[in-house]
């Protein structure tokens, strides 16, 4: 029987050990340990062990997020609700929202901002909340299982009521505001530091005009350059007495923003035919001004 050749595959634990023998160290037997490198070692491994013991469990409750505060709590509001409720119901089916936003204007002074001055802009989280509660309880609350068109035409009512409240608290407002100017003692009281409306109205960046009137005006403005452009496509036009304020209007405003730097890439004959337009039109305005004293 042949003898046994060498053993092929993976080497034992002790087969190993005996083809690389571990370095024994310098001192002793192996493993041994000097007292000084005893007490390193175990400091060491003390270290980790001690710092684990103080950290928190996780069975310990974690401290909770600091929640903002709801506008049930701050006092006064709960009351305002109770006041916008009827008046809410009644703007939903009149549009009539007049009364509704009364009470609004009340919440802005009651809802104040990080720096503690009264949120006219309702841009804080408690009169949005606050207003968002209003619509809810009126019967605009977003039905969650009915279908998306029903979702949909109630978000739809929501914001046009919404819309509705807004327009009807920009002259409330508007208004609130100018009469602080005869009630120097309620402004201090509400707006400490502030000396007049106008001051006022530029710190919340409110336009001292109602939205409605804006509207009108844009509205107007529009109409009426769309009248005189018609008049200037128009070889004779005719004026009527209606549109003659816009007409020197917009001449007064044609004129001051011309400036003399403009005509200066004009050539000679284009300059003479200028100034005799220019002589022309002083003549009729002269004789304008004279009909008006």
Not at 83 to 104: F, I, M, S
Not at 115 to 142: E, H, Q
Request: include cysteine.
């Amino acid at each position: 029987m042949p003898a046994p050749g060498p053993r092929r595959g993976r080497r034992g634990r002790h087969e190993k050990q005996a083809l690389n023998p571990r370095p024994r160290p310098a001192f002793g037997r192996v493993g041994a340990l000097s007292s000084f490198q005893g007490r390193a070692w175990w400091n060491g491994r003390r270290a980790p062990l001690v710092a684990q013991r103080s950290r928190p469990s996780r069975e310990e409750p974690m401290p909770r997020k600091k929640t903002a505060p709801a506008w049930q709590e701050v006092p006064g509001a709960q009351e305002l609700m109770d006041k916008a409720l009827p008046l809410a119901a009644v703007a939903k089916e009149t549009r009539d929202c007049g009364p509704v936003a009364e009470v609004v204007l009340q919440t802005t002074l009651l809802f104040t901002t990080p720096k503690g001055l009264p949120d006219l802009r309702r841009s804080g989280g408690l009169a949005r909340s606050w207003m968002a509660d209003l619509l809810d309880a009126i019967g605009f609350a977003p039905p969650r299982l009915a279908p998306m068109d029903e979702r949909k035409k109630v978000a739809r009512e929501r914001e046009s009521l919404a819309q509705a409240i807004r327009e009807a608290l920009s002259p409330v407002r508007v208004a609130f505001i100018h009469q602080l100017d005869d009630r120097p003692e309620e402004r201090e009281r509400l707006f400490p530091g502030f000396s007049s409306s106008d001051e006022i109205f530029e710190y919340y960046k409110i336009i001292p005009q109602a939205q409605r009137e804006i509207r009108i005006a844009r509205y107007n403005h529009r109409t009426s350059l769309q009248r005189l452009g018609a008049l200037l496509a128009d070889d004779a036009p005719t004026i009527a007495p209606a549109d003659a304020p816009d007409v020197v209007h917009a001449l007064h405003r044609l004129a001051t923003a011309l400036a003399p730097a403009l005509l200066d890439g004009a050539d000679a004959k284009e300059k003479d035919q200028l100034r005799r337009e220019l002589a022309e039109t002083r003549a009729a305005l002269l004789a304008l001004e004279e009909s008006l004293s």
